[in-house]
């Protein structure tokens, strides 16, 4: 009989009190941007927004204690001024940033590859006032947060945004975070500075890509965007002045490390119309034929450990929407989902121009107990994504803690990338998630205000509304990852824990990651899919990079739809994914629009499957499966895709720019299902799940960059408290080479 996974059977059920946060309010802040009119607050006044609408929003100075029995979804979220910001939808414009220099916290910088090494960046005012040559490659951050490599002597071809006139190497960097912020995605990875043009103009100019550098005949001084410059494995640093320059390709022949005896080695991107940035080199087998994958061995790194950060951005609690009492009622209802905006009140926050002198310390390091645990790979840093989360104060090894707060969402990102050695991971929640100085969070995953407005009146009594992470990341471009969140109705008896999980449609969430804040999720769509269609996405899919590479914006997103038997296929181009009404469904014979019902046999992969991911394997030349099943025998099984010749993506040597490989995937058959990892059990003998692969972690060793190495990550039930320093789960690690 098949069992389906206990995270839809056990949920977080505590009593506990909601304290009060004690942080002082902003002060004297006046801020203009499209969108807001002014704020202004006084020490001892609540922080009033007023919205060029008209509308008025005032923020009380504290939330009332109380104590609720049963399910608990956390406090009222509060609001600040980056989220009022954020939720207008517009840029700001130049002459609204301020000049003010943001407080340098030193961090942990993932170098994105083999070699963790830890950097403290300094801050951008701290930086010599001659950069080249004596500081080439120095690490720093922005006035907005951003972190920064120099680059001495080099220019990037090809690639010029715009050149303006600044005052000082400074003003250039931040000219780089403006363009970017105005234009909302990441447009602007590198700027150059020439110091010798200062009375002359132009003096400073942006650059879209380093994919061609050559030495600069000036002596410029430059800046790439940290995690472009490590993930390119390109070169960035030229040669100072009167030395010779050497700027080799990465297009190579080389020896494979593998069974094959050369390898094909190239870079992912080139220069496009689809805005593209450069990613990491791949390297493929030298095989006309696929590789049938075979394991090699295994290593057990252990459960994770939590490290939160010590900040948070200090603001106070706001009012929500007030519901009528006929929208109080036990049951679904849809309009709550997709009858409000998106709430600004809950979400991760950003540290930037906004927020960053909004900086206080948390009174309380929380003790965390989470359930899940997919994540994936975005913009350098390596992300744990989880669904419920509960917040604990006062945790030690003997003695459990005081209930905080419950969100259905949360984030964390590895530092120190531990399993490189071998050795269980750290996770690091960041500064935006907390909404107060004790350690209760906003949640990752936003909600529209009719859910949460449900959720806050709701409490004590069992019934909420939830967001939950139930794939690993789909990337959609080099700064953005994909995840299809399920609108979950969470209907629990109080008297006998008894819980209804009612799945009542899908979302989108867009996720983006690199700032001091931590990885921040924006939910485009109140809602994308239907409660009674199938549940597109939510078992996660797979990215089909288009001729521009890895990291192009240009292909497609294919999307698993989970039903009885196997699973379905969906596709859309990866710029319309938030229309619906563009996605196209495989029929079992074409792709059509119209949408298959539940009961579809059109499976592109059969099986009693329940966590999954499907991959591209350079090193096999072609997709490889790795999935759990509904039975409770805590085992990771793969498949590979089998075929007459090797499966070459468009952008690799000897693809076909005009071919979507994705569509093997519908046009062969796989492979016989082979184990690729048995689990322990957890602590409490239950059988583990949300098990996923997270790609690229191992750099140019990783699965899926033509290595050999691939992170396994699942959830461990303990059996114990959640207030306990075990944790009611246990987020659980492993590594597997391939022959």
């Not at 009060?20 to 002060?27: E, H, K, M, P, V």
């Not at 009380?60 to 980056?82: F, V």
């Not at 939720?87 to 700001?92: H, K, V, Y």
């Not at 390898?263 to 006309?288: E, K």
């Amino acid at each position: 009989m098949p069992i389906r996974k206990p995270r839809l059977g056990q949920r977080y059920l505590q009593t506990g009190v909601q304290g009060n946060a004690d942080g002082t309010n902003l002060a004297n802040a006046t801020i203009t941007a499209p969108g807001v009119l002014q704020s202004i607050q006084s020490k001892n006044e609540p922080l009033a927004l007023v919205l060029q609408d008209g509308q008025h929003l005032l923020h009380k100075s504290a939330y009332t204690e109380g104590q609720h029995q049963g399910m608990h979804h956390h406090h009222p979220d509060k609001s600040s001024i980056a989220s009022q910001v954020a939720a207008t939808g517009l840029p700001s414009t130049d002459n609204h940033l301020p000049a003010t220099r943001i407080t340098h916290v030193p961090r942990q910088v993932n170098q994105g590859s083999s070699n963790p090494t830890s950097t403290s960046a300094p801050a951008e005012s701290s930086l010599p006032t001659s950069l080249c040559p004596g500081h080439n490659g120095t690490v720093f951050r922005s006035s907005s947060g951003i972190t920064y490599e120099t680059v001495c002597a080099i220019d990037y071809n090809n690639a010029l945004l715009r050149s303006t006139t600044v005052n000082s190497f400074t003003e250039c960097v931040r000219d780089c975070d403006i363009y970017n912020y105005n234009a909302h995605k990441v447009t602007c990875v590198a700027v150059l500075f020439a110091q010798s043009h200062a009375d002359r103009d132009p003096n400073c100019y942006l650059k879209s890509s380093i994919l061609h550098p050559s030495a600069a005949t000036d002596n410029l001084e430059g800046a790439v965007r940290y995690s472009v410059a490590q993930a390119a494995h390109l070169p960035v640093s030229g040669t100072t002045a009167g030395s010779s320059s050497s700027i080799s390709s990465t297009s190579t022949i080389s020896p494979s490390s593998s069974s094959h005896s050369q390898s094909s080695t190239s870079p992912t991107t080139s220069p496009s119309s689809s805005g593209t940035v450069s990613l990491p080199g791949v390297t493929y087998a030298d095989s006309n034929m696929v590789v049938a994958p075979k394991i090699a061995s295994t290593k057990l790194h252990g459960p994770s450990v939590n490290r939160p950060t010590s900040q948070y951005i200090q603001y106070d609690p706001a009012d929500g929407v007030s519901l009528s009492r006929s929208l109080l009622q036990v049951g679904v209802n849809g309009d709550l989902s997709t009858g409000y905006d998106i709430s600004p009140l809950t979400g991760v926050l950003e540290v930037n121009i906004y927020t960053q002198n909004a900086l206080a310390p948390l009174r309380n390091t929380p003790h965390l107990s989470r359930d899940g645990g997919r994540g994936g790979y975005i913009n350098g840093q390596h992300l744990f994504l989880f669904s419920d989360t509960g917040s604990y104060s006062g945790t030690t090894s003997s003695q459990n803690g005081n209930f905080l707060d419950f969100v259905s969402s949360s984030v964390a990102v590895d530092v120190g990338m531990n399993a490189l050695s071998g050795n269980p991971i750290t996770l690091q929640d960041g500064i935006g998630e907390w909404s107060d100085n004790v350690g209760r969070q906003r949640g990752f995953a936003p909600l529209t205000q009719g859910e949460e407005a449900y959720n806050i009146a709701m409490q004590g009594q069992g019934q909420r509304y939830a967001v939950w992470i139930e794939s690993s990341i789909i990337p959609l471009d080099a700064e953005t990852g994909l995840i299809y969140a399920p609108i979950v109705y969470d209907n629990v008896n109080v008297v006998t824990r008894a819980a209804v999980f009612t799945y009542t449609g899908n979302t989108i969430l867009r996720i983006t990651a690199g700032g001091r804040g931590g990885p921040v999720a924006r939910r485009p769509v109140r809602k994308l899919f239907d409660q009674d269609q199938p549940e597109w996405g939510v078992a996660g899919g797979l990215r089909s990079w288009g001729p521009s590479g890895i990291g192009g914006t240009d292909g497609r997103v294919y999307l698993f739809g989970g039903v009885s038997g196997g699973m379905l296929m969906a596709r859309v181009a990866a710029d319309s994914i938030e229309n619906r009404d563009v996605y196209e469904y495989w029929n079992g014979g074409a792709w059509s629009t119209i949408m298959p019902h539940n009961d579809s046999k059109a499976f592109f992969i059969e099986g009693p499957i329940m966590d999954i991911d499907v991959f591209y394997s350079p090193r096999h030349m072609t997709f490889i499966a790795v999935y759990l099943t509904i039975y409770a025998d805590s085992t990771f099984y793969y498949r590979y895709l089998q075929s007459n010749s090797s499966i070459i993506p468009s952008y690799a040597p000897g693809g076909d720019q005009h071919y979507d490989c994705a569509e093997t995937l519908l046009q062969n058959n796989w492979s016989d299902e082979q184990v690729l990892y048995k689990a322990k059990t957890g602590l409490s003998g239950a059988f583990i799940y949300s098990g996923g692969v997270h790609l690229r972690y191992f750099g140019a060793d990783d699965i899926s960059n033509g290595g050999s190495r691939m992170l396994l990550s699942w959830t461990a039930p303990t059996g114990k408290d959640p207030a306990s320093a075990t944790s009611e789960y246990q987020i659980v690690t492993a590594e597997v080479d391939f022959a």
